[in-house]
């Protein structure tokens, strides 16, 4: 295992479109988060699962946005109805149990454009 | 509203320099306090992570100070390499996981 990974690793897509990004979290790690990054700023908290549960929700998801962690391992962040403003760098990060301070692995990131 | 400011915003420096990045921050319960290194169009990579008790950490030519006191930290970058062009991030947790990211510094290393 290298390593976080997502997938796709670029989105163009039109205005009022859904997407869909899939995390894949270093094999064991049982947390995983999702950030969203724009241009020159630092990554923003989305939300949080241990495991299967979604612990936590920034209040930056809005309702158009839904994350899953189904079965503990992947997870996938799907925004409906896409807008402009919803251009930007989503970053899926894991760390493993048991383990402080819980040191986050970042994956590459995806960078969606929404024209 | 915890918050973590970064300055320079960016620099240039040439290669085999020193460089140093400051960090103050507002975030309160203190837990631990990070650097990343972003490379353009990547996720962020962790390059030092401090607890409270730590006031340095080193990580082969990147060297991290903590002053929790001022709540205030640096990083040093020490003979610095073309590689080391990427923007430098600082972030700070409350808690377990909870992290709040500055804007980060871009280093930019010219030859």
């Known amino acids: 295992d290298t390593g976080v990974s997502q997938d796709p690793r670029h989105k163009i897509t039109k205005r009022g479109q859904n997407v869909t990004f899939r995390c894949d979290p270093i094999?064991?790690?049982?947390?995983l988060y999702w950030y969203r990054q724009t241009l020159g700023q630092g990554p923003e908290f989305l939300t949080y699962?241990?495991?299967?549960?979604?612990?936590?929700k920034s209040r930056l998801l809005s309702d158009r946005f839904s994350a899953e962690r189904p079965k503990g391992s992947f997870s996938t962040l799907e925004i409906q109805r896409t807008e402009q403003g919803d251009s930007a760098m989503y970053l899926c990060?894991?760390?493993?149990?048991?383990?402080?301070?819980?040191?986050?692995?970042f994956g590459p990131g995806t960078r969606l454009t929404v024209t | 509203k915890n918050q973590v400011e970064q300055s320079p915003q960016s620099l240039i420096i040439l290669e085999g320099k020193n460089c140093t990045l400051q960090c103050n921050y507002t975030v309160s319960p203190f837990s631990n306090l990070r650097w990343y290194k972003q490379d353009t169009g990547r996720g962020p990579v962790s390059l030092t992570i401090m607890t409270f008790s730590e006031n340095t950490k080193s990580n082969g030519r990147y060297t991290a100070t903590l002053d929790a006191d001022t709540k205030q930290s640096s990083l040093h970058i020490t003979a610095s390499q073309l590689s080391d062009s990427a923007s430098y991030i600082c972030?700070?947790?409350?808690?377990?996981?909870?992290?709040?990211f500055g804007a980060g510094t871009t280093v930019t290393v010219r030859a």
């Open positions: 699962f241990q495991n299967e549960a979604q612990l936590e």
């Open positions: 990060a894991s760390s493993p149990r048991d383990r402080s301070p819980y040191e986050q692995y």
């Open positions: 972030v700070v947790s409350d808690d377990d996981y909870k992290l709040s």
């Open positions: 094999s064991e790690h049982n947390r």
